[in-house]
């Protein structure tokens, strides 16, 4: 059982928003702004997409934001894209000086 | 341009051991830098797996690998090991070796595939 708690699917049509959640504890996700997200498609490594809760990496669209509530965290896709189509990792540094990850969340494009 | 690459992978028994490499180019002081393992059973979540600081003085390690695995490195030759030990079927993993400039990771490599199985 992963750590950090994310919705198994999510889906849009092209052009909409969508978020996904990532629900975490007091020790992960609530303790630190340290919350990423990371997107991989099939048979490759994953991507930073957003890291210290809502900064993005150089080359990352801005249609990709995040934000923490508390000890949840969310992304949104704004202006979805085909090529958003992927699996969705959140993760977050914890108290005990390790990383966790949610289970995953796969975004489908309608 | 950081490049991680993963080496070492491969099929081993249960009860077995297995050296997995991690070289690194592109750093300009690889030694003041932490480094990563993170594995990853396909079409599941990640798992964090260990991570060593830049001096190799300080090593952290995921509970179901706390104890079987040992993570080191070489600054010279700008490697970073994880020596498996008492390898089990739930070890069977991508294994990724990772680093990034906050808590997050900007570098990943390919990859390498750690099958255990009789």
């Known amino acids: 059982q992963s750590a950090l708690t994310q919705p198994a699917s999510v889906s849009g049509s092209p052009g909409q928003s969508i978020a996904i959640s990532c629900t975490g504890t007091s020790s992960d996700i609530g303790a630190y702004n340290y919350v990423s997200w990371y997107q991989q498609h099939p048979g490759k490594a994953p991507r930073l997409m957003i890291f210290d809760v809502s900064r993005r990496p150089s080359g990352v669209s801005d249609r990709f934001s995040g934000s923490k509530s508390g000890n949840t965290a969310s992304l949104t896709i704004s202006g979805l894209q085909a090529d958003d189509e992927a699996d969705y990792y959140c993760s977050s540094f914890t108290t005990r000086r390790l990383y966790v990850y949610g289970g995953g969340t796969k975004v489908t494009v309608l | 341009e950081v490049q991680l690459v993963e080496s070492g992978g491969g099929l081993v028994q249960p009860g077995g051991s297995l050296r997995l490499s991690c070289s690194a180019s592109?750093?300009?002081?690889?030694?003041?830098?932490?480094m990563h393992w993170v594995r990853q059973v396909p079409g599941k979540g990640p798992e964090y797996v260990s991570a060593i600081t830049g001096d190799g003085g300080t090593t952290y390690y995921g509970d179901s690998v706390r104890g079987r695995f040992t993570i080191s490195r070489d600054n010279s030759k700008k490697k970073v090991y994880l020596q498996m030990s008492s390898l089990r079927v739930e070890d069977t993993a991508v294994y990724f070796c990772?680093?990034?400039?906050?808590?997050?990771?900007?570098?990943w490599g390919q990859g390498t595939l750690v099958t255990v199985s009789s």
């Open positions: 592109g750093f300009t002081d690889f030694a003041g830098y932490g």
């Open positions: 990772a680093w990034g400039y906050s808590y997050a990771f900007d570098y």
